[in-house]
C-alpha cells in the first residue's frame, strides 16, 4: 500500500507543477517548496536544538500558537521550526515572529522526509488537529522522535476507521500521544485500539482568550462606529453577500456596518461596492476622509478582523452558505458580541453548540436574517444575553494548551 502511495504522489505532483502554469496559488504551492532548504540552511544550524509544528493552514497555525507560544518559553534554548501545507496559511504567516523558520512542507516523498528531518533535526514533533504523512511519520517513528497530535478531531467517515483504512491505522501508530478535542474523537481513537489519548479541548479558545489581553484599538473603527450600533461581517462570500447586501440597503441610516470579505481580489471588492446604495468607503481609501460620514466601511486588506470585532455590537460570520461551512466564530465570541450564521455549521462543534446555547443564530435565507438582525438591532437585552452567552462559552472552555503542556512537561 506505501508503494502504491507513493506512486500516486508522485503523479499528483506531476500535475500539480502543470497546474503551476496556470494557477497562481498552484505556482505558490510549487515555486515555495524550491526554497525550503535554503531558508532551512539559513536559519537552522547543525548544533541547533529544535522543535517542529506542522499546520496544515492558517485556522491550524492559529489554533496550535498558544501551544507554540508556550512550548517557546518552556523550551528557551531550542528553535522553533513552522510548517505549512497550503499557500493560503504560509503566504500570510511566512514572516511570523514566534518561529525561528516558517516553511512549506516539502511533499510526503520518503526523501523529502528524510532530507528534511535530518535538516531541522527535532526533538518534538507537533501536529495540528489533522494532516497525516506517511513518509513523514515513518522517519519520525524509525528515529524515535516524540511526535504528538494536538488539538484532534476524529470522525466516522475518515479512513481510520473504515474495512480498508489499514494502510491509514498504521499511520497512526506512530504518534506518542493524541490530544483530542472532544469525547467523541477519544472513543473512536479507542476503538481501533489505541489508548494513547486524551481529551485536551480545543487551543482555539486559549487564542482567543489571549486576544483579550492584548491593544486591540484601532482609531479609524472608532472613528467610522462614532458611537452607533455596528454590525461586523466578516469573511464573507458572495452566497453570504447576496442577502446582506439587501439588508444592509433597506438598513436604518443609524445602523453601521463594517465588511471584512474574505476574498479581497479587487474585482470582487469593486463589485460588492458596487451592490451597496449606502455610502460606503474602502480601506484603502480612508485617508483624507471622515469616516463617520459613511455607513459602510468594507475592509479591502487582511489582518485586522480580529481587532474589528471588538467594537461590534453584532457580528455575522460568513460561510455558512457553503462547504465545508462558517468560519471562525470565536472570535467575536470571546469579545461577548451576538453572532449570527448561514445554515451548514454541523462540521464545527463551537458553532453548533452556541446555537444550541442560543448565543448565536444561524438563518437559512433573506427573511431568517433580517428577523435575526432586528431583533438583535431593536431588543438591546437580547444582544446582552447572547453576547454574555458567547463570553462565557469561550471563557468556560480554555486551558487546553496547559493540558497538553502539563502532560509533556
Not at 110 to 133: C, D, G, M, R
Not at 383 to 394: D, L, P
Amino acid at each position: 500500500m506505501l508503494f502504491l502511495y507513493n506512486l500516486i504522489l508522485l503523479l499528483a505532483s506531476q500535475v500539480v507543477k502543470l497546474l503551476a502554469l496556470f494557477s497562481p496559488k498552484m505556482k505558490l504551492f510549487v515555486d515555495g517548496r524550491k526554497e525550503v532548504f535554503s531558508i532551512l540552511k539559513s536559519k537552522i544550524n547543525t548544533t541547533d536544538k529544535t522543535i517542529w509544528f506542522h499546520a496544515a493552514s492558517l485556522g491550524e497555525y492559529e489554533q496550535g500558537l498558544p501551544v507554540i507560544e508556550k512550548i517557546k518559553i518552556q523550551y528557551p534554548n531550542h528553535k522553533i521550526v513552522v510548517t505549512f501545507f497550503s499557500p493560503s496559511g504560509y503566504e500570510v504567516r511566512k514572516n511570523n515572529t514566534v518561529a525561528d523558520a516558517t516553511v512549506y512542507l516539502p511533499l510526503d516523498t520518503k526523501s523529502n522526509a528524510q532530507k528534511f528531518i535530518k535538516a531541522i533535526n527535532p526533538e518534538l514533533v507537533f501536529f495540528i488537529k489533522y494532516e497525516y504523512w506517511p513518509n513523514y511519520l515513518n522517519e519520525l517513528k524509525k528515529l524515535e522522535i516524540k511526535t504528538y497530535l494536538i488539538s484532534g478531531i476524529f470522525r466516522e467517515n475518515q479512513a481510520f476507521f473504515k474495512w480498508y483504512g489499514g494502510f491509514y491505522r498504521n499511520a497512526l501508530k506512530t504518534f506518542d500521544y493524541f490530544f483530542v478535542q472532544n469525547e467523541s474523537s477519544k472513543n473512536l481513537i479507542q476503538s481501533i485500539g489505541f489508548n494513547n489519548v486524551k481529551i485536551s479541548g480545543d487551543t482555539r479558545f486559549d487564542r482567543v482568550v489571549s486576544i483579550l489581553e492584548r491593544d486591540n484599538s484601532l482609531d479609524f473603527i472608532e472613528q467610522f462606529k462614532d458611537n452607533k450600533t455596528t454590525i461586523v461581517i466578516g469573511s464573507s462570500w458572495p452566497k453570504d453577500e447576496n442577502l446582506l447586501v439587501n439588508f444592509i440597503n433597506n438598513a436604518s441610516d443609524e445602523i453601521k456596518f463594517i465588511i471584512a470579505p474574505h476574498n479581497i481580489k479587487a474585482d470582487q471588492i469593486s463589485n460588492l461596492k458596487s451592490q451597496i446604495t449606502k455610502s460606503s468607503v474602502l480601506f484603502s481609501e480612508k485617508s483624507n476622509v471622515d469616516l463617520s460620514n459613511f455607513n459602510v466601511f468594507i475592509i479591502d486588506t487582511i489582518g485586522i478582523l480580529t481587532k474589528i470585532y471588538s467594537y461590534a455590537d453584532i457580528a455575522y460570520v460568513g460561510g455558512g452558505f457553503g462547504n465545508p461551512g462558517v468560519h471562525n466564530i470565536l472570535e467575536p465570541a470571546t469579545f461577548g458580541v451576538p453572532i449570527i450564521i448561514g445554515p451548514n455549521y454541523s462540521h464545527f462543534a463551537e458553532a453548533t453548540a452556541l446555537v444550541h446555547q442560543e448565543g448565536c443564530i444561524s438563518i437559512s435565507n433573506q427573511n431568517e436574517m433580517n428577523n435575526a438582525f432586528n431583533l438583535l438591532i431593536n431588543n438591546e437585552d437580547e444582544r446582552n444575553e447572547k453576547g454574555h452567552i458567547c463570553a462565557t462559552f469561550v471563557q468556560m472552555n480554555k486551558g487546553a494548551t496547559d493540558v497538553i503542556l502539563n502532560h509533556i512537561i
